[in-house]
C-alpha cells in the first residue's frame, strides 16, 4: 500500500462518465468483471482503488472481489505507467540470449525496480513474458516501438532517446 | 474481380510487425502508386511465413522471389527494379533461394522442405482480414458439408477416426473429447478456445489467429454442431493485440456472411463467438482456471472430476480445444480422417507447429509431421547453431516441460517418446540451447517462472515450489551442498503428487529433467562451485591474461564500477571486490585478454 501511497489519483468526472456507461454497456453479460477492468485500465492507465470503488458500486461487485481479481492478474496495475512505459521480455527465447542481463542494465541506469514508476513519472519498468517476436531476441518495447537484438551496450543508446 | 499481374505479399505476423513490416507495406503501396502500378501490382499483408529471424519478409509472386530483412528503405529498390523492370532484387533474396539466373522455389529450401503446413496452411497465403480470400481456399466449405450433409455423430466419428491429439500440450484425443461433451446431458452447452498461450517461447497459436483466424472460427461452429452448442467463446491473451484485432474483424465478417448467428447455411444450427481477453496469468491456460476467469473471477483451477465435459463453463457441459487442435478440423472434415491418419506415427497422427528459439540459426515458426527427428529439426530445418556453438539440449513444453539432451537427438518427435525420455511435447515451445547455457540456471528461469505464476489455491505449488526455487539459488549462488540435490528430488516428487491441477503438477519437470541428463552440472555448482557455462554469476571471475593484455586501457574505461586498474602499455587488473561480472570489459577487449572462470 505504502507503494500506492506515493501516486496521487487525478481522476476527471468525465472519465467517471465512460467508464458508468462501460458498466451499464455489460449489465447483461455474464462474468463481465473483467472485461470491465480491462476498459477501466484503458481510460485511467491504471486501476486504483478510486476506480475499484466506482466499479463496486455501479456494477454491484463487492470491492474485496474486485480487488482480488486486480491483484490476480498481472495485466491489471494499482500504480501509474510512465510517460514511456518499457518492457523487457523474459521469455525463454529472449532469457537464453541474455535479456536478464539487459534488464538489470536498465534498473541500473533508471534506478527503479520491476514494477515501478520513476518519480518524475517518466519511465516505468516492467519485465514482459514472451510478446512473440522470439526471432529478433533478445527483445525490449518502450511504448509500442520494439528494439530487438539487443546487447547490453545498446541500452544508453535507446534510453538517450527518451530521456 | 479485378485481375493483377503481381501480388506483393507482407508479412504482417507480430515478428515481423516487430520488425517494421508495416512501415515496409506502406512504403511499398506509395512508390507502386507514385509509379502508377496500382492497377497492376495489389499488396496483400498476410500472416506469418515462419522464418521471423529473417523478418520483415515480402515474396513477390508469380515469381515467387524471397525477400528477406526488406528495410522500409529497401522498397522503393523493389518497385523499381522488379515490378517496373522485372529484374529480381538479387541482393535482398533470402539466399538459399538464390541462384545463378534464377530462384529456387521455396520448397527446395532446407528450412521448408521437411516442413508440412496444415495448421498453419494459409498463413502467408491469404490475407487473414478479408474473408473472401479464406473462402476461395476452401474455406467454410468444411462447415458447409458437415451441416448439410453429415450428422453430428459422423462429425464426432470422423474427428475419432482421425486420430487428432490435442495440441496444447496433453495429447488427450480430441475426438473423445468430442464424444463425452455431445454424450453429456445439458440444455446449454458451450465450446470454446484456449488462446491463453503462455509458454513463455511458444508463439505458434497467436500466429494461427494471426495468419488464418478464420479456420479456427469454423471449426469452432463445427465442434458446436457436433457437441449441440449454441455459444462460443475464445478466451484470448491481452497481451496480442494483433490476433485480437484480426479475430474481431474475422468474427464480424462471418456474422456478415451469415456464418455465424443464426439459421447457418439455411440448417436450424445457430451458433456465435465471443471474445474474452486474459489479462496475465499463466494459470488460465489451465483449462478449470480458464473458465473460471471467463466466469470474471479469479482464475484458479477447480479439482476434476467434473470434467468440463460434464460441468465445464457457469456449469455446463463445455467443449475446449486449443487453437492449433481447431486449425486440423476443417482439413480433416474436408480431407477425411483417412488422408489426416496416413500423416505421423501411429500413435500421434498429423503434424505439430513449433516456435523454434533461442540458439538456433532460423528461428521461427515450423510446422512439421509427427515422427521428425529433433536432428532434423534442429540441424536441417533450423539450420544448426550459431557462431559455430555446440548443441546441448532443447527443451520442450516450457515451464511444465523438460529437455532432450544432445545425446537423444535423434529421438523422434511424437506425444509418447517425448514422454518416455522426461519431456514432453507441450504447446509447442523449442527452445535450442548451446554450451553456453548453464543447466541449472535455465531450471532456476523456470521455477522463477512458476513461482511467480502460482495461484496460490493449494499448498504444494505456492509453498513447494518457492521452497525448490530457493534451493536453486543456494547452489547457483555457490552456497548448496550435495544433500540439496536430494531435498530438490523429494520436493520435486511430492509436488507433482499432490499439486491441484497441470500447472503445479508438471512444475518441478524442468528440475527433474535437468537432473535427470545433467547432474554433473548440478555437482559441479555444489562440489567446486564452478559453472561450466559460465552464466551463475556468483561463481564467476573476470581474468585479464597479462600476457595477452596490451595495456591499451579500453577495459578500464569501459568498465561501469572502475574495477579496473594499470598503467598504460602495461598488463591491467581486474578487482574481484568491486567487479559486478557484468562482462563489458571482455566483449570489449580488441585481443581476447580477459576470460570468464
Not at chain 2, 496483400?44 to 521471423?52: H, M, P, R, S, W
Request: charged share 25%; proline share 5%.
Amino acid at each position: 500500500m505504502s507503494n500506492q501511497a506515493k501516486y496521487v489519483f487525478k481522476g476527471t468526472p468525465e472519465q467517471e462518465q465512460e467508464l458508468l456507461k462501460v458498466i451499464d454497456k455489460y449489465k447483461n453479460t455474464e462474468g463481465a468483471l473483467i472485461p470491465i477492468l480491462h476498459e477501466a485500465q484503458e481510460i485511467y492507465g491504471y486501476l486504483p482503488l478510486e476506480v475499484q470503488k466506482i466499479v463496486s458500486e455501479n456494477a454491484n461487485i463487492p470491492l474485496a472481489e474486485i480487488y482480488g481479481v486486480v491483484t490476480f492478474y498481472a495485466q491489471f496495475s494499482l500504480v501509474p505507467k510512465g510517460e514511456y512505459s518499457i518492457a523487457v521480455c523474459l521469455g525463454t527465447a529472449c532469457y537464453v540470449k541474455g535479456s536478464g542481463n539487459i534488464l538489470e542494465k536498465i534498473k541500473e541506469k533508471l534506478g527503479i525496480d520491476v514494477g515501478e514508476c520513476s518519480e518524475d513519472g517518466k519511465f516505468s519498468l516492467d519485465a514482459t513474458r514472451c510478446i512473440g517476436a522470439c526471432g529478433l531476441a533478445p527483445v525490449m518495447t518502450v511504448n509500442d516501438e520494439v528494439y530487438g537484438r539487443l546487447e547490453v551496450k545498446d541500452v544508453d543508446k535507446i534510453l538517450e532517446k527518451y530521456m | 474481380m479485378e485481375l493483377y499481374r503481381s501480388h506483393v505479399l507482407v508479412c504482417g505476423g507480430t515478428g515481423c510487425t516487430s520488425s517494421k513490416s508495416q512501415l515496409v507495406m506502406e512504403n511499398m503501396e506509395k512508390y507502386i502508386k507514385e509509379y502508377n502500378l496500382d492497377k497492376e501490382v495489389k499488396v496483400v499483408k498476410t500472416g506469418c511465413f515462419g522464418l521471423c529471424a529473417l523478418g520483415p519478409v515480402v515474396v513477390v509472386y508469380p515469381e515467387g522471389a524471397f525477400y528477406s530483412m526488406v528495410t522500409p528503405e529497401d522498397t522503393k529498390e523493389i518497385v523499381e527494379e522488379h515490378l517496373l523492370k522485372g529484374r529480381i532484387v538479387k541482393r535482398l533474396l533470402y539466399s538459399p533461394t538464390a541462384e545463378e539466373d534464377d530462384i529456387k522455389s521455396l520448397n527446395e529450401v532446407d528450412f521448408y522442405k521437411k516442413q508440412k503446413r496444415i495448421a498453419l496452411r494459409n498463413c502467408g497465403v491469404i490475407n487473414p482480414e478479408i474473408i473472401d480470400e479464406y473462402i476461395a481456399f476452401d474455406g467454410y466449405k468444411a462447415l458447409g458439408k458437415v451441416l448439410t450433409e453429415m450428422t453430428p455423430e459422423q462429425v464426432v466419428n470422423e474427428i475419432k477416426e482421425s486420430g487428432l491429439r490435442g495440441r496444447g500440450g496433453g495429447g488427450f484425443p480430441t475426438g473423445l473429447k468430442w464424444d463425452f461433451t455431445a454424450k453429456a446431458v445439458g440444455d446449454q452447452k458451450y465450446v470454446a478456445c484456449n488462446a491463453d498461450e503462455g509458454d513463455p517461447g511458444a508463439f505458434m497459436d497467436r500466429s494461427i489467429l494471426e495468419g488464418d483466424p478464420h479456420s479456427v472460427i469454423e471449426a469452432m461452429a463445427i465442434a458446436a454442431y457436433a457437441v449441440g452448442a449454441n455459444q462460443g467463446y475464445i478466451y484470448i491473451r491481452a497481451e496480442y493485440p494483433i490476433a485480437v484485432k484480426r479475430l474481431q474483424i474475422a468474427i464480424g465478417q462471418a456474422r456478415e456472411y451469415g456464418l455465424l448467428g443464426k439459421n447457418i447455411f439455411g440448417t436450424d444450427f445457430c451458433f456465435d463467438i465471443d471474445i474474452r481477453l486474459g489479462a496475465g496469468a499463466f494459470v488460465c491456460g489451465e483449462e478449470t482456471a480458464l473458465m473460471t476467469s471467463i466466469e470474471g473471477h479469479r482464475g484458479e483451477p477447480r479439482p476434476r472430476p467434473p470434467f468440463p465435459a460434464v460441468k465445464g463453463l457457469f456449469a455446463k457441459p463445455t467443449l475446449l480445444n486449443n487453437v492449433e487442435t481447431y486449425a486440423n478440423i476443417p482439413v480433416i472434415i474436408n480431407n477425411g480422417a483417412k488422408w489426416f491418419a496416413e500423416i505421423g506415427t501411429e500413435k500421434s497422427k498429423g503434424t505439430k507447429v513449433f516456435a523454434l528459439g533461442g540458439k538456433i540459426v532460423n528461428t521461427g515458426l515450423v510446422e512439421i509431421p509427427m515422427g521428425t527427428t529433433l536432428r532434423e529439426i534442429v540441424e536441417e530445418i533450423g539450420g544448426g547453431i550459431p557462431n559455430g556453438k555446440k548443441f546441448k539440449a532443447a527443451q520442450t513444453g516450457g515451464p511444465s516441460g523438460g529437455c532432450i539432451p544432445a545425446s537423444l537427438i535423434d529421438t523422434p518427435i511424437d506425444y509418447d517418446s517425448l514422454i518416455s525420455i522426461g519431456a514432453m511435447m507441450g504447446s509447442g515451445g523449442l527452445i535450442v540451447m548451446d554450451e553456453t547455457t548453464c543447466m541449472v540456471d535455465i531450471a532456476k528461469f523456470f521455477l522463477e517462472f512458476t513461482v511467480d505464476e502460482s495461484c496460490g489455491k493449494c499448498a504444494p505449488c505456492r509453498i513447494g515450489t518457492r521452497r525448490m526455487l530457493e534451493i536453486l539459488e543456494k547452489i547457483t549462488s555457490g552456497k548448496g551442498e550435495m544433500e540439496d540435490i536430494e531435498k530438490l528430488k523429494k520436493l520435486a516428487n511430492g509436488i507433482k503428487a499432490s499439486a491441484l491441477c497441470g500447472l503445479g503438477q508438471t512444475a518441478p519437470n524442468p528440475v527433474l529433467s535437468t537432473l535427470r541428463y545433467f547432474e554433473d552440472e548440478y555437482i559441479a555448482h555444489v562440489v567446486d562451485k564452478k559453472c561450466p557455462a559460465g552464466v551463475c554469476k556468483d561463481l564467476l571471475q573476470y581474468k585479464i591474461n597479462p600476457e595477452l593484455c596490451k595495456g591499451c586501457s579500453l577495459c578500464a574505461r569501459n568498465c561501469p564500477v572502475q574495477a579496473i586498474s594499470g598503467q598504460v602499455k602495461s598488463p591491467f587488473t581486474i578487482d574481484p571486490e568491486k567487479c559486478i561480472k557484468c562482462g563489458v570489459c571482455a566483449s570489449s577487449c580488441k585481443f581476447n585478454a580477459i576470460s570468464k572462470q
